[in-house]
Antibody, heavy 121, light 107 residues
Framework: EVQLVESGGGLVQPGGSLRLSCAAS????????MHWVRQAPGKGLVWVSR????????YYADSVKGRCTISRDNAKNTLYLQMNSLRAEDTAVYYC??????????????WGQGSLVTVSS | DIQMTQSPSSLSASVGDRVTITCRAS??????LNWYQQKPGKAPKLLIY???SLQIGVPSRFSGSGSGTDFTLTISSLQPEDFATYYC?????????FGGGTKVEIK
């Protein structure tokens, strides 16, 4: 059974850092592009970042570019999102999602349960 | 960035009703359009990909159509478990963008 389990969320002060993890099981992580999508409380879905199977290609939304780094450790079956210089507007539930397209064009067929990040003093 | 506009933002319907949700892209995206269903406190679920292809395991009462800039998600006979928020998402070019969502509520 395919499972994605996020962890690492919590309360952080503005300007702080946090690293989210997404543990994958039930499939071969290195064979898939992976994405992060976030959802502010009561708001819609916003795509954040993507990474290819071997980690050599990444892309970020402008809202997080320069402040976030997506990475993966295929040996540990884990995806990461390192978030720095956090702002109040980064407060959201962060989802990792598997992309079953070959080119990373994002069809999210499996999603994690989400990890809440709250940026507040 | 490609802007995705959904309408309506919410609707009330009864079990058995036919429901149609529209999504418009700010530029042509061919058929690079996905639809998701999200229930409160849950992750999104992929329903339709590439504008009209039904994801495995999704009931056939869901269907998608459209190409270019205008797309439609149709639920042929609304069931109790279909009350949720629906999002379109373009997969044509990064950054991948979502519509604002359509909340389907019980009348």
């Amino acid at each position: 059974e395919v499972q994605l389990v996020e962890s690492g969320g919590g309360l952080v002060q503005p300007g702080g850092s946090l690293r989210l993890s997404c543990a994958a099981s039930g499939f071969t992580l290195r064979s898939y592009w992976m994405h992060w999508v976030r959802q502010a409380p009561g708001k819609g879905l916003v795509w954040v970042s993507r990474i290819n199977g071997d980690g050599s290609s990444t892309y970020y939304a402008d809202s997080v570019k320069g402040r976030c780094t997506i990475s993966r450790d295929n040996a540990k079956n884990t995806l990461y999102l390192q978030m720095n210089s956090l702002r109040a507007e980064d407060t959201a539930v962060y989802y990792c999602a598997r992309d079953w397209t070959a080119g990373g064009t994002f069809r999210g067929d499996y999603w994690g349960q989400g990890s809440l990040v709250t940026v507040s003093s | 960035d490609i802007q995705m506009t959904q309408s309506p933002s919410s609707l009330s319907a009864s079990v058995g009703d036919r429901v149609t949700i529209t999504c418009r892209a700010s530029q042509s995206i061919s058929t690079s359009l996905n639809w998701y269903q999200q229930k409160p406190g849950k992750a999104p679920k992929l329903l339709i990909y590439a504008a009209f292809s039904l994801q495995i395991g999704v009931p056939s009462r869901f269907s998608g159509s459209g190409s270019g800039t205008d797309f439609t998600l149709t639920i042929s006979s609304l069931q109790p478990e279909d009350f949720a928020t629906y999002y379109c998402q373009q997969s044509y070019i990064t950054p991948f963008t979502f519509g604002g969502g359509t909340k389907v509520e019980i009348k």
